[in-house]
Each structure stands twice: as structure tokens, then as C-alpha cells.
């Protein structure tokens, strides 16, 4: 169930890809063995004990909340026993007590910042590259823990999770899947599953990573001695069933057998059941005949790629745009090309740049990987062959070179 205390001794500093948080096992095995499937603690391994602090550091936290303000939703607090409510640190306007979040501090209570890469440009470049892998929504969620405290009580998630040790060190217990693998709006109710009793226990120490699988049962305490600050990056998901929900609304524009109404009186006690399997199953049928399943997946990929965020730094520096100003793709900015006839879009993070169909083939080596100028927009003419590299840089498609 879960591969503990393999040491990523050979662990690079200067990236966190899935390949470098999960070595030694690596992304192509983690992928095949482990994704979806058990957990895996890699540790950090000897001299890499603060690879996430360039991520994230109590020090930086604590200036967010001194300098910052935040409303409801974008900072919250948890405490297994006695538990806090939400109106203990509200303030009338919405707005977050931050004296209260110190105070509750002080208590024992467990400080969370979710999805804090939307205000933090580490933890944004981090996501990014993650989900480049896997097609997926990914966020954080920040746990700062006082030493010895306890946050929640044992439970499941409903996404899978890499849990990033940054400070400090964390007891943790993993049990088993009761629920299997859950949808993304199955909430862990308490008291529906007992955990029984651990499969694996360890400490996760400063540089460790934790891979919880959805549906796996677990808990954590913060070590005595001295507070906890943990990043877990979640993985939301498009499943199969979105995916057949959605081919069967799609084939169902061209088979008008699947607009049938359901059969008059299926709500009665004697409505013959095994007449809606005869036409369930011949339903089946026409959505697997009719079903575009190319044209479903563009419209997922295109639905993934248009609300990624894009990488807007170092948009306002560089100076104006000139004939000799070289840009290339952004490396985390997922784009591809879409066509009318008349004009093309690139499809990317933030909605779509439509140009002039005379702007393909730059756009097309553009995607490839080259490096342009106005020159390689010339076809557009002057005015907007500098208008094209100015988007390019203003929405986050292109960086300088």
C-alpha cells in the first residue's frame, strides 16, 4: 500500500517537477504504479531538507498576514478539539481578524491558506508544471501547524494530493480506502467509515514528500518541539464519466433516439422494468455508433488549456517593443492553434488571440519552439506584425529572449 522511506538522495534543487518529487521513482513509474493507486513517501535524503523553502517559509506567511488582508474563504483555522467556527475570526465586513488567526495561533489551532499559489508566484510556477502532467486542475492548500496540534481528525480526500514537507515534522498515519476511489463532490462524511487501524505510521521531515492517494484514510500531528508547515498540492481531475457523460450529450446533436423521453409511467410500481433495459442498452449502442470522440476531446482540452492562468511576469518590464525585440513560447503556458478560414486563434491559458490566418506559419513555428521577431509576422504588415508580438507578451503566451 504504501512505499515509505525511499531516500531521493539524488534529488535536484533547481526545479520541482513530478519527476524531482517523486525521485527516485520518477514520473514514469509513479505514473503507472502509484498514481491513483498507493502511496509513496520519498525522503528528502541527506543536505536536501529545505528544497520546498524556495517554494513557501513560515517567514513569508507570517508577512502575508501581517501586511496582507484576506477575506473569507482565503484564510481559514482548524482545530480538532475544541473546534473553531468561522464566526470566532470573522470580522462584520467578511474580512478575516487577523489578531484572532494569531491568537488561535497561540491556542493550537492549524492556520490554512488555500489555494495560495493565486496570490504567490512560486507556488503558481509550481502548479503549472504539475498540471502539464496531468491535464488537471491543480491547487494548494497551506497547513502551518503549532508543535504537537492537530488540525482534523482522521479522514479522506476526494483528489489526490502531494504533501510537501517544508518546516518541521509531521506524524502521519495512513489506513485504508473504505470509499474506494470518490467523485470530486463526495465530501468525507464523519462517522460513515471506521479507519480501523494503521497501515503505515512515519514522520515526514523537512523535504519529505507524501503522496495520498483519493480515498485513502489518513491523519496528522504535528511533532512536539517545534510548529509544522506542510504544502498540499492538490489534483482535480476530469474523470471516464465525464468524459462518456459528455460523448453521449454530444452524439445525442445527431441521434435523435437518444432526445426520446423517458417511457410514460416509470414511476409506477408495476412499469416493466426490463422494457427501459432493452432500450438503456440499445441507447448504448447509438452513443458508441455516434459519438465523436475526437471532437469530445477537443472540447476538453480546449476547456482545460483556456482556464489554466497564465504566467504574466515580466510583462511590464523589458521596455516597448521594437523590430530587434526576440520573444519565444512560454515554457508553463499550455496553447495550441485553432482555424475559421479566415482568422486563427491561438487557444491558450485566459481565452483565446485571434490574428489573421497570414499569421499561421510564424504562430505554427512559434508553437514549435522558435524564437521570433516582427520579421517573422510580416505578412500581417508592419503595424500588426508589432501588435501580434505585443499580445503575445501582454497575455502570457511569449517571454523575451
Keep these: 500500500m504504501l512505499d515509505t522511506k525511499v531516500p531521493a538522495s539524488s534529488l535536484p534543487t533547481d526545479g520541482l517537477s513530478l519527476e524531482q518529487l517523486t525521485a527516485p521513482v520518477g514520473e514514469e513509474r509513479f505514473l503507472s504504479e502509484y498514481w491513483e493507486a498507493r502511496a509513496l513517501h520519498c525522503q528528502a535524503g541527506e543536505g536536501r531538507g529545505a528544497r520546498f523553502v524556495p517554494l513557501l517559509s513560515s517567514n513569508t506567511i507570517d508577512a502575508m498576514i501581517a501586511g496582507q488582508r484576506f477575506r473569507e474563504g482565503e484564510l481559514s483555522l482548524a482545530r480538532s478539539d475544541p473546534r473553531i467556527s468561522p464566526d470566532d475570526y470573522l470580522l462584520d465586513n ?12 497561540q491556542q493550537g489551532a492549524t492556520i490554512i491558506l488555500p489555494q495560495l499559489e493565486r496570490r504567490h508566484i512560486e507556488l503558481a510556477h509550481f502548479c503549472r508544471q504539475l498540471e502539464a502532467v496531468f491535464s488537471a486542475h491543480v491547487q494548494t492548500n497551506i497547513y502551518l501547524t503549532p508543535a504537537g496540534a492537530q488540525g482534523f481528525h482522521t479522514h479522506y480526500d476526494n483528489h489526490c494530493v502531494f504533501v510537501c514537507q517544508v518546516e518541521g515534522r509531521k506524524r502521519w498515519r495512513l489506513y485504508d480506502t473504505p470509499a474506494g476511489t470518490p467523485f470530486r463532490g463526495e465530501r468525507f462524511t464523519p462517522g460513515k467509515f471506521a479507519a480501523g487501524e494503521p497501515v503505515a505510521e512515519f514522520v515526514l521531515e523537512p523535504g519529505d514528500m507524501l503522496y495520498v492517494p483519493r480515498g485513502l484514510m489518513h491523519d496528522a500531528v504535528s511533532e512536539p518541539g517545534s510548529h509544522s508547515l506542510h504544502i498540499t498540492t492538490g489534483v482535480i481531475v476530469k474523470t471516464l464519466a465525464d468524459f462518456v457523460l459528455e460523448a453521449v450529450a454530444e452524439a445525442s446533436l445527431r441521434a435523435p433516439a437518444l432526445r426520446r423521453s423517458m417511457p410514460a409511467g416509470f414511476h409506477r410500481d408495476d412499469f416493466d422494468r426490463e422494457s427501459l433495459r432493452t432500450l438503456f442498452e440499445t441507447a448504448l449502442d447509438t452513443a458508441r455508433r455516434e459519438a465523436d470522440l475526437d471532437s469530445v476531446l477537443d472540447l476538453f482540452t480546449d476547456a482545460f488549456v483556456r482556464t489554466r492562468q497564465p504566467d504574466l511576469s515580466g510583462g511590464l518590464t523589458g521596455g516597448p517593443v521594437t523590430s530587434d525585440t526576440r520573444i519565444a513560447r512560454h515554457p508553463q503556458t499550455a496553447m495550441r492553434l485553432a482555424s475559421d478560414g479566415h482568422h486563427i486563434a491561438l487557444v491558450m491559458a485566459g481565452g483565446d488571440i485571434s490574428f489573421d490566418e497570414g499569421a499561421a506559419p510564424a ?16 505578412a500581417l504588415g508592419d503595424d500588426k506584425a508589432r501588435d501580434a508580438v505585443e499580445r503575445l507578451l501582454a497575455f502570457g503566451a511569449a517571454k523575451r529572449v
Design 363 to 378: 504562430l505554427e513555428a512559434f508553437l514549435a519552439g522558435a524564437t521570433l521577431s516582427q520579421a517573422d509576422f510580416a
Design 94 to 105: 467578511g474580512e478575516i481578524d487577523r489578531g484572532a488567526v494569531m491568537r488561535f495561533w
